[in-house]
């Protein structure tokens, strides 16, 4: 399985503009800036898609064309530039988002576990989600997601590297987004899950 990095990755594609039927380049690319904008790129359906996470406003952002959705709201005690987790805000790269001829996108969200003062149980921790983006209509929207790193929950994906910016042990197995864990709750050894059909829960090999 490959391990491929969430803070900086680049996976181009060439997307046809249905209006000018001008050649778009798409990049699928995160880059954290300084002001705490963490943006992502991906090309489908020829519109290029584009997740920006918002510090200022603790929230993420979906740009389809010209067309801005919110697709979350961050409470801000619960920031993940706090413990460091936006680095993983965005799309996963074009070779892993095997859904995309379902109109599925996947991206990542990230949020603080604990909105304390950072002392205790998980007061540094993260919790991380897939999220599953459905461009099929004609305003996208989050479908479901799952659950696939947590403090709270014991969860984390082999190899992750968060000072890095490494989501860890992904990859297409077939036609389906695989996971490989560290730990998975009470599951021995280093489990391995594929998702299921409904994008809603993950099943063990």
Do not use: W
């Not at 709270?152 to 490989?180: C, K, T, W, Y």
């Amino acid at each position: 399985m490959a391990t491929l990095g969430c803070l900086v990755f680049f996976s181009c594609s060439i997307c046809a503009d249905a209006q000018n039927l001008s050649l778009v380049l798409a990049c699928a690319e995160n880059l954290s800036v300084p002001e705490g904008r963490v943006v992502s790129t991906l090309c489908a359906k020829g519109n290029s898609y584009r997740i920006t996470y918002e510090r200022k406003l603790t929230q993420i952002v979906l740009m389809a064309g010209k067309r801005k959705t919110i697709l979350q709201k961050i409470p801000a005690q619960y920031d993940p530039a706090l413990v460091g987790s936006e680095v993983f805000i965005g799309f996963l790269p074009e070779p892993l988002q095997p859904y995309k001829k379902q109109d599925v996108l996947i991206y990542v969200s990230a949020m603080r576990s604990n909105g304390g003062g950072g002392g205790g149980q998980c007061g540094a921790g993260s919790e991380i989600h897939l999220n599953f983006l459905d461009i099929g209509g004609k305003v996208p929207k989050t479908k479901s997601r799952i659950l696939v790193g947590s403090c709270m929950d014991s969860i984390e994906i082999l190899d992750q590297n968060m000072s890095a910016g490494v989501m860890g042990d992904i990859s297409v197995d077939g036609n389906n987004l695989s996971l490989h864990f560290l730990n998975y709750r009470n599951l021995e050894g280093s489990p391995v899950a594929k998702v299921a059909p409904d994008f809603t829960r993950l099943f063990f090999e």
